[in-house]
Each structure stands twice: as structure tokens, then as C-alpha cells.
């Protein structure tokens, strides 16, 4: 299975700052997924990444408030935009392998 | 679209017993994968394990095994010899054999607290 790092790991911010996470992944896979899971709840999907094209998003997300990049078929980023309180959770970006998916050990994000 | 219900919140079972989380899910596929994900308090999110819906053999990993009831649309998930390393959250989901189009993501069910008690 895929072995996946996330940075930053935890990190607290102002209402109104953004803030960049990265996902890198072991190996070379054609799609990321990036999850947002707030506090005492499941995981809902924010997008899909594949590498050479525009992220697919959920409803409900919009690209202006979580732009995507996916420069090559082992990286990607999420960028939290103009936070509020209301954006503090745990971002998980996971990468799918023969239909399993595989998680990063997720960001721990605090708005204050 | 597809939903998943997990309709306990939360569970516990002493250490050494056996325990039954259950999930339903809502479909008009007929191919597709379900999946056990454990979530323990350090976040990160474990593949527990698999099923094909196209496989009528219920799928077993060491002390955990699925009752995969297509029909009902059924899939509990039981663990045995519980430990207490199995306190966690665990999430049922679902994901269509479809290719393109979003079929790749995973729906989740709201998940169940498994606490294992010594």
C-alpha cells in the first residue's frame, strides 16, 4: 500500500489567513482525494485531484476558498482560504490503489 | 446517489469478546466495493478491509470478517478476541466499480466509537 506524509501536521491560524497543506505520496498515482473531517464528524469529500487537469470538486467547495494544485503524480496541495473559525478540522488527502484508498496521517487545523 | 448508515454511534465489548458493528447502504448498482476503515485517536485512517460486491464469499482479515448481505444491503462488520488496540472509530464506506465521472469517491457512513473495556 501507499505510504503518505501531510505537512503540516497541526497548525493554529487567524481568521483570515490562508494556509497551504502538502500531500506526497510514495509512489506514482494518477488520482489524490482530499477530505475534510470537522471535529466528531466523517469524512466528506472536497475534491479530486488528477495530475494534468483541473481538480473536481464537491458540492459545496469551491476552488476560490480550496485551490488544488497537482504538479506531478506524487504531490499535491490544498490551500484553506480566508479562514474562519467554521474551516477548523482535520484535512486528510488519501491516494487510491487497485479501488482501496489509502490515507495521510491527516492536518489538525485550528481557526481562531 | 449512494448513502451509507451506520446506526450506532457507538459500542463497547470487553476484551477477549466479540463484537458486531453494523452498516447499511442505499444503491441501484450492482457493482461495487464496500469497506471497513478503523480511525483510532491518532487520526490516521486504517484499512481494516474489503469487499466485491460481485463475490458472494464474505471477506476475512485475521480477527475481523464482514457478513456482506447483498440483498438486505447488509455489511456488518465483527471483530473477535476484541483488544484493546480496536478502540476506535470505525467507518463503513462505499464506492461504485464504475470508472470516471466521481465514481471513484468514497461515501462514508458517520462512523461507530468502538471501546474495548479490560
Known amino acids: 500500500s501507499a505510504v503518505i506524509s501531510q505537512k503540516p501536521s497541526r497548525d493554529i491560524c487567524q481568521r483570515g489567513t490562508s494556509l497551504t497543506i502538502q500531500c506526497q505520496v510514495d509512489s506514482q498515482v494518477t488520482m489524490m482525494f482530499w477530505y475534510r473531517q470537522q471535529p466528531g464528524q466523517s469524512l466528506t469529500l472536497i475534491a479530486t485531484a488528477n495530475q494534468g487537469s483541473e481538480a473536481t470538486y464537491e458540492s459545496g467547495f469551491v476552488i476560490d476558498k480550496f485551490p488544488i494544485s497537482r504538479p506531478n503524480l506524487t504531490f499535491s496541495t490544498l490551500t484553506v482560504s480566508n479562514m474562519s473559525p467554521e474551516d477548523s478540522s482535520i484535512y486528510l488527502c488519501?491516494?487510491?490503489?487497485?479501488?482501496?484508498?489509502?490515507f495521510g496521517p491527516g492536518t489538525r487545523l485550528t481557526v481562531t | 446517489a449512494q448513502t451509507v448508515t451506520q446506526s450506532q454511534p457507538e459500542m463497547s465489548v470487553q476484551e477477549a469478546e466479540t463484537v458486531t458493528l453494523s452498516c447499511t447502504y442505499d444503491?441501484?448498482?450492482?457493482?461495487?466495493?464496500l469497506f471497513w476503515y478503523k480511525q483510532p485517536p491518532s487520526r490516521q485512517m486504517i484499512l481494516v478491509i474489503r469487499q466485491e460486491a460481485y463475490k458472494q464469499q464474505n471477506a476475512t482479515e485475521n480477527r475481523f470478517s464482514v457478513n456482506f448481505q447483498k440483498a438486505a444491503k447488509s455489511f456488518s462488520l465483527k471483530i473477535s478476541d476484541s483488544q484493546l488496540g480496536d478502540a476506535a472509530m470505525y467507518f463503513c464506506?462505499?464506492?461504485?466499480?464504475?470508472?470516471?465521472?466521481?465514481?471513484?469517491?468514497?461515501?462514508f457512513g458517520k462512523g461507530t466509537k468502538l471501546t474495548v473495556n479490560p
Open positions: 488519501s491516494v487510491e490503489q487497485y479501488y482501496e484508498q489509502y
Open positions: 464506506a462505499y464506492r461504485s466499480a464504475r470508472g470516471g465521472g466521481g465514481s471513484e469517491k468514497l461515501v
Open positions: 444503491t441501484s448498482e450492482s457493482d461495487y466495493y
